[in-house]
């Protein structure tokens, strides 16, 4: 197995990281990608008011999962977790110990790669890693590069060095990055979820109020809140919200915050739900107590509400939109369809659906209630009370009308 390793401070996890470790990834056909934030960097001391080893373990996970790499890239603590400075070699050691039969690649960039030879043990890591050194310009991997390597080579006769131009690679350095987010600027070097995790803590001196987020803060907040390939269905969500608010006559802007927090803490389990539920006072009935899927609907509108400061009607809309409820607005039942219709959903009977909502907001309601209903029965899972009186409520309408 090919394992590249991929330390740094990561303060923060930039587009810069991402790409450079992407292309790696391709170029010299790893099968995993293991992304370590150092507690201490041997050269340097961290710049006052970073934050803290957690923050930037969350910001690496974050990171790394916009990689779209999925499983094969993981971000490990186990240099946060050791004391004093952050010593490539022990990591190393650590690592090899853990897959002794693994070959190793280094990821660094030209700086990293240039002053290889002060570094603790050069010879220890070179025995237990190949290099993976990149460059951003033709010259840098060229002219500097040669030199370096054929240095590295003479030293140590063994080392294994592969030099890469990555001219796609965007150019930041974290510390202009790190000044201009402190200026309110930054976030074209950075995954939107990564920006938004940055605003949500208020790093780097970003002091976003989040009870008063523009769309343009808020979306990118929301998604921090995701797992990669949740981002497309709440985007989604969100263009179907609009549309459908407009159309039937709901507030736009309520129905776009609705639609971007609705599924906030859809990725987090049981145990992190309940937590959540106790410090909100949320409570649950038996069946949401028993069915992770329906917690998030009511979790996430306690966030929506306390974090976010969202006005009420938002936080019934997100509170709702699992399972519905007799008597929905029409912000709720926006919501619930856009959930349900919007542009990446793709299953049986979507297109039907889409239509029925088109037509009308009601007919559309009562058809996805029955859609959830009769694939609930199929799969032998319990409805949802609130679901039941929901389609019975329509289905009384229709019978009268
Ligand atoms: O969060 P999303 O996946 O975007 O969509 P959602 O909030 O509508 O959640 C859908 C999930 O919730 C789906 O896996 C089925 C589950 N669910 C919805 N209604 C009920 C339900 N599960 C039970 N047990 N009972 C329900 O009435
Ligand atoms: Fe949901
Ligand atoms: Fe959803």
């Not at 840098?140 to 590069?145: A, C, I, K, M, Q």
Request: overall charge negative; hydrophobic content about 40%; some cysteine.
């Amino acid at each position: 197995m090919r394992i590249g390793v991929y330390g740094g401070t990561f303060n923060p996890p930039h587009l810069g990281h991402i790409t450079a470790a992407k292309a790696v990834f391709e170029l010299l056909k790893l099968d995993r990608l293991l992304l370590i934030p150092a507690r201490e960097p041997p050269h340097k001391v961290l710049p006052a008011g970073s934050p803290t080893a957690g923050q930037r373990l969350e910001l690496t996970r974050l990171a790394a999962d916009q990689m779209g790499l999925g499983g094969n890239v993981q971000v490990l603590d186990i240099e946060l977790r050791r004391e004093g400075k952050s010593y490539t070699s022990d990591t190393l050691e650590q690592l090899h110990a853990q897959y002794p039969d693994a070959e190793f690649w280094l990821l660094m960039g030209t700086d990293m790669f240039l002053t290889f030879q002060a570094w603790r043990d050069p010879a220890k890591i070179l025995g237990l890693a190949g290099i993976a050194a990149f460059g951003r310009t033709q010259s840098d991997t060229r002219e500097l590069f040669l030199v370096q390597q054929d240095y590295l080579h003479r030293t140590y006769p063994d080392a294994r060095i592969f030099t890469l131009t990555l001219p796609h690679v965007v150019e930041i350095s974290s510390t202009e990055l790190r000044e201009e987010l402190g200026r309110g600027g930054g976030q074209q070097y950075l995954p939107p979820a990564v920006y938004g995790y940055i605003l949500r803590q208020g790093l780097y001196g970003t002091a976003a109020d989040l009870k008063h987020l523009t769309p343009e803060q808020l979306r990118p907040v929301a998604l921090s809140y995701l797992k990669h390939k949740r981002i497309p269905h709440v985007l989604g969500t969100e263009q179907e919200a609009v549309r459908l608010a407009e159309r039937y006559g709901a507030d736009v802007k309520m129905a776009r915050e609705a639609a971007l927090l609705h599924d906030c803490t859809k990725k987090l389990d049981t145990e992190e739900q309940l937590e959540l539920c106790s410090r909100y006072g949320v409570e649950l009935d038996e069946l949401e107590r028993n069915a992770l899927k329906l917690m998030h609907a009511k979790t996430g509108a306690a966030v929506a509400k306390y974090v976010f400061g969202e006005p009420e009607e938002v936080v019934e809309a997100i509170r709702w939109h699992t399972t519905g409820k007799a008597g929905m607005s029409v912000l709720e039942k926006v919501l619930y369809l856009a959930d349900y219709i919007e542009p990446n959903r793709d299953f049986p009977g979507v297109e039907e659906l889409r239509q029925a909502c088109y037509r009308s907001l009601d007919e559309g309601l009562l058809m996805g209630l029955q859609m959830t209903a009769d694939e609930m029965n199929q799969r032998g899972n319990p409805i949802h009370k609130n679901t039941l009186e929901a389609l019975s409520e329509l289905k009384g309408k229709n019978g009268r009308g």
